[in-house]
Protein backbone atom coordinates (compact mmCIF):
# COMPACT_ATOMS: atom_id res chain seq x y z
CA UNK A 1 0.00 0.00 0.00
CA UNK A 2 1.68 3.69 -1.12
CA UNK A 3 0.61 6.75 0.97
CA UNK A 4 -2.28 7.27 -1.48
CA UNK A 5 -4.47 4.55 -1.03
CA UNK A 6 -3.59 4.97 3.14
CA UNK A 7 -4.86 8.18 2.89
CA UNK A 8 -7.71 7.46 0.88
CA UNK A 9 -8.26 4.28 2.93
CA UNK A 10 -8.19 6.22 6.10
CA UNK A 11 -10.62 9.04 4.48
CA UNK A 12 -13.24 6.20 3.78
CA UNK A 13 -13.12 4.61 7.03
CA UNK A 14 -13.29 8.21 9.20
CA UNK A 15 -15.71 10.83 9.09
CA UNK A 16 -14.71 13.12 11.78
CA UNK A 17 -12.12 15.69 10.58
CA UNK A 18 -10.78 16.11 13.75
CA UNK A 19 -9.91 12.68 13.92
CA UNK A 20 -8.41 12.76 10.50
CA UNK A 21 -6.19 15.68 11.22
CA UNK A 22 -5.31 13.62 14.28
CA UNK A 23 -4.35 10.74 12.07
CA UNK A 24 -2.51 12.88 9.46
CA UNK A 25 -0.65 14.74 12.45
CA UNK A 26 0.90 11.09 14.03
CA UNK A 27 1.89 10.50 10.55
CA UNK A 28 3.49 13.76 10.48
CA UNK A 29 5.19 12.64 13.96
CA UNK A 30 6.29 9.20 12.91
CA UNK A 31 7.38 10.44 9.46
CA UNK A 32 10.09 12.74 11.47
CA UNK A 33 10.86 10.32 13.78
CA UNK A 34 11.54 7.56 11.25
CA UNK A 35 14.01 10.55 9.23
CA UNK A 36 15.52 11.02 12.28
CA UNK A 37 16.25 7.66 13.44
CA UNK A 38 17.34 6.38 9.90
CA UNK A 39 14.40 4.01 9.97
CA UNK A 40 11.69 2.87 7.18
CA UNK A 41 9.76 6.46 6.46
CA UNK A 42 7.10 4.68 4.77
CA UNK A 43 6.26 2.46 7.24
CA UNK A 44 6.45 4.59 10.11
CA UNK A 45 4.01 6.89 8.38
CA UNK A 46 1.63 4.74 7.11
CA UNK A 47 1.63 2.69 10.75
CA UNK A 48 0.51 6.43 12.49
CA UNK A 49 -1.66 7.43 9.66
CA UNK A 50 -3.77 4.33 10.20
CA UNK A 51 -3.55 3.73 13.51
CA UNK A 52 -7.34 5.11 14.34
CA UNK A 53 -8.79 3.78 11.48
CA UNK A 54 -10.99 2.06 13.59
CA UNK A 55 -12.06 4.40 15.82
CA UNK A 56 -15.83 5.52 13.74
CA UNK A 57 -16.68 2.08 13.82
CA UNK A 58 -16.16 0.92 17.79
CA UNK A 59 -16.54 4.11 18.90
CA UNK A 60 -16.49 4.01 22.68
CA UNK A 61 -15.81 0.31 23.18
CA UNK A 62 -12.01 0.36 23.58
CA UNK A 63 -12.07 -3.11 24.17
CA UNK A 64 -11.85 -3.53 20.18
CA UNK A 65 -10.16 -0.42 19.59
CA UNK A 66 -6.86 -1.11 17.69
CA UNK A 67 -7.55 -4.84 17.41
CA UNK A 68 -10.37 -3.97 14.71
CA UNK A 69 -7.86 -1.82 12.78
CA UNK A 70 -5.01 -4.06 12.79
CA UNK A 71 -7.78 -7.02 11.53
CA UNK A 72 -8.82 -4.65 8.69
CA UNK A 73 -4.93 -4.19 7.73
CA UNK A 74 -3.90 -7.32 8.12
CA UNK A 75 -2.34 -8.56 4.54
CA UNK A 76 -1.82 -4.34 3.61
CA UNK A 77 0.82 -3.37 6.62
CA UNK A 78 3.40 -5.35 7.77
CA UNK A 79 3.16 -7.32 11.11
CA UNK A 80 5.56 -5.07 12.95
CA UNK A 81 2.81 -2.30 12.11
CA UNK A 82 -0.07 -4.27 13.11
CA UNK A 83 1.29 -4.74 16.42
CA UNK A 84 2.24 -1.08 16.93
CA UNK A 85 -1.72 -0.52 16.20
CA UNK A 86 -2.52 -3.00 18.69
CA UNK A 87 -0.05 -1.90 21.51
CA UNK A 88 -0.88 1.63 20.86
CA UNK A 89 -4.44 0.79 23.38
CA UNK A 90 -2.00 -1.26 25.16
CA UNK A 91 -3.08 -0.06 28.64
CA UNK A 92 -6.29 -1.30 27.74
CA UNK A 93 -5.62 -4.35 25.49
CA UNK A 94 -2.87 -5.89 27.91
CA UNK A 95 -0.69 -5.38 24.95
CA UNK A 96 3.27 -4.18 26.44
CA UNK A 97 4.84 -2.02 23.91
CA UNK A 98 7.91 -3.48 23.44
CA UNK A 99 9.46 -2.22 19.90
CA UNK A 100 10.71 1.34 18.84
CA UNK A 101 7.91 1.03 16.72
CA UNK A 102 5.05 0.39 19.29
CA UNK A 103 6.99 3.07 21.70
CA UNK A 104 7.26 5.66 18.81
CA UNK A 105 3.61 5.13 17.84
CA UNK A 106 2.05 5.28 21.52
CA UNK A 107 4.24 8.26 22.36
CA UNK A 108 3.54 10.23 18.75
CA UNK A 109 0.31 10.01 19.13
CA UNK A 110 -0.26 11.03 22.12
CA UNK A 111 1.98 14.27 21.86
CA UNK A 112 -0.19 15.37 19.16
CA UNK A 113 -3.18 16.32 21.34
CA UNK A 114 -0.95 17.81 23.84
CA UNK A 115 0.30 20.10 20.42
CA UNK A 116 -2.87 20.55 19.45
CA UNK A 117 -4.42 21.94 23.33
CA UNK A 118 -0.82 23.80 23.52
CA UNK A 119 -2.05 25.72 20.14
CA UNK A 120 -5.23 26.06 21.19
CA UNK A 121 -4.94 28.14 24.52
CA UNK A 122 -2.76 30.52 21.89
CA UNK A 123 -4.76 33.82 20.99
CA UNK A 124 -3.68 32.61 17.14
CA UNK A 125 -4.52 29.35 17.60
CA UNK A 126 -1.54 28.73 15.27
CA UNK A 127 1.05 26.24 15.16
CA UNK A 128 3.38 28.76 13.71
CA UNK A 129 3.02 30.46 16.90
CA UNK A 130 4.04 27.59 19.21
CA UNK A 131 6.79 27.54 21.54
CA UNK A 132 8.35 24.08 22.24
CA UNK A 133 9.44 25.70 25.28
CA UNK A 134 5.51 26.49 25.85
CA UNK A 135 4.90 22.21 24.94
CA UNK A 136 7.59 21.25 27.53
CA UNK A 137 6.21 23.51 30.39
CA UNK A 138 2.49 21.79 29.42
CA UNK A 139 4.10 18.71 30.27
CA UNK A 140 4.49 19.77 33.93
CA UNK A 141 0.68 20.66 34.59
CA UNK A 142 -1.08 17.56 34.85
CA UNK A 143 -4.32 18.80 34.83
CA UNK A 144 -3.39 20.63 30.89
CA UNK A 145 -4.71 17.89 28.13
CA UNK A 146 -5.63 15.89 31.12
CA UNK A 147 -6.27 12.98 28.77
CA UNK A 148 -2.77 13.14 26.90
CA UNK A 149 -0.80 10.91 29.68
CA UNK A 150 2.26 12.18 30.30
CA UNK A 151 4.39 8.45 30.97
CA UNK A 152 3.33 7.64 27.10
CA UNK A 153 4.49 10.76 25.51
CA UNK A 154 7.90 9.90 27.81
CA UNK A 155 8.21 6.85 25.80
CA UNK A 156 9.68 8.44 23.32
CA UNK A 157 12.75 8.69 25.47
CA UNK A 158 12.53 4.74 24.85
CA UNK A 159 13.86 5.89 21.35
CA UNK A 160 17.13 7.19 22.58
CA UNK A 161 15.84 10.92 22.15
CA UNK A 162 15.58 13.23 25.21
CA UNK A 163 12.15 14.01 26.20
CA UNK A 164 12.80 17.96 24.65
CA UNK A 165 14.16 16.83 21.79
CA UNK A 166 11.47 14.33 20.79
CA UNK A 167 8.75 17.02 21.93
CA UNK A 168 10.74 19.61 19.30
CA UNK A 169 10.47 16.93 16.66
CA UNK A 170 6.71 16.74 17.25
CA UNK A 171 6.24 20.16 17.13
CA UNK A 172 8.25 20.77 14.11
CA UNK A 173 6.43 17.66 11.82
CA UNK A 174 3.34 19.42 12.71
CA UNK A 175 4.06 22.61 11.95
CA UNK A 176 5.08 21.59 8.52
CA UNK A 177 0.89 20.88 8.00
CA UNK A 178 -0.53 23.53 10.26
CA UNK A 179 -2.88 24.26 7.07
CA UNK A 180 -4.13 20.33 6.97
CA UNK A 181 -4.23 20.32 10.83
CA UNK A 182 -6.52 23.40 11.03
CA UNK A 183 -3.94 25.11 12.86
Known amino acids: MDRAQALDLMESKIENI???RHMLATEAVMRALASKLGRDEE???QTGL???IDLDEVGEDASRHALT???WLEGQLPDESLQAIRAHNGEILGIARETELEHALAAAETLTGLV???CLVLPSK???DLKVKSVRKRMKEPRFAAGANRDIIREGEKLG???AEFIEIGVEAMRGMGSELGL
Request: overall charge negative; aromatic content about 4%; hydrophobic content about 55%.
Open 43 to 45: LWG
Open 18 to 20: NLR
Open 116 to 118: VAS
Open 126 to 128: RIA
Open 69 to 71: AAE
Open 50 to 52: LHD
Open 161 to 163: LEL
